[in-house]
């Protein structure tokens, strides 16, 4: 779901004319190649500028959308949290924040591998992707835990894969409204107003 949201978000962002460049970060499960492009052709990307075997502008690759770019995840790297850890990403969000209004950063599941860790010091914003009915709240609030404790810049949570039902309406909101309306003035007659 994280991809999806990165992705979407990206795409919005250069459909009000910002350029945005969207990174695969997901060295070991890249997803953002996969759902941009519908072959299974592996472009140059982060793996291979990490290890200097690419320059910045080898890795950045164009879409069918105007001022939407991005950077696969590249070539297979035997250890990412490692490659990760020596490297880092600095150099690279350093020179695409030069050419582009907007880089988002697609990472791993936080509670799979350490990988989203290592990337964090150059993040300002950061949103936590849940599955809906899917992703338990224990697993939410240990994520949650862990990114405060590494001093993330956690804006929020985005609620993924909602099921569309007409019976739910609004869900929290109508209960909050409805706590809010009935909670206090409960039972009592309704004044009017003079006019």
């Not at 200097?52 to 890795?59: S, W």
């Amino acid at each position: 779901g994280n991809t999806f949201c990165s992705i979407n978000y990206s795409i919005r962002l250069a459909q009000q004319g910002l350029r945005t460049l969207i990174i695969d970060c997901d060295l070991r499960r890249p997803m953002v190649e996969k759902t941009l492009l519908p072959s299974n052709k592996r472009g140059f990307g982060l793996t291979d500028y990490l290890t200097g075997q690419k320059e910045f502008k080898e890795v950045v690759h164009d879409t069918d959308v105007d001022k939407f770019f991005y950077i696969p995840a590249g070539s297979d790297a035997p250890n990412p949290a490692e490659l990760l850890a020596k490297t880092g990403i600095d150099g690279l969000i350093d020179e695409a924040l030069l050419q582009f209004d907007r880089v988002i950063v697609d990472s791993p599941p936080l509670h799979a591998v350490s990988d989203t860790l290592l990337i964090l010091n150059r993040i300002r914003t950061l949103c936590l992707v849940i599955r809906s009915r899917k992703t338990p709240r224990a697993s939410v609030r240990r994520a949650v835990q862990i990114l405060e404790e590494a001093g993330a810049p956690l804006a929020g949570v985005i609620l993924n894969v909602l099921p569309r039902r007409r019976s739910l309406g609004y869900g929290y909101y109508d209960s909050y409204y409805d706590y809010a309306y009935r909670g206090k003035y409960y039972g009592e007659k309704k004044k009017s107003a003079a006019v």
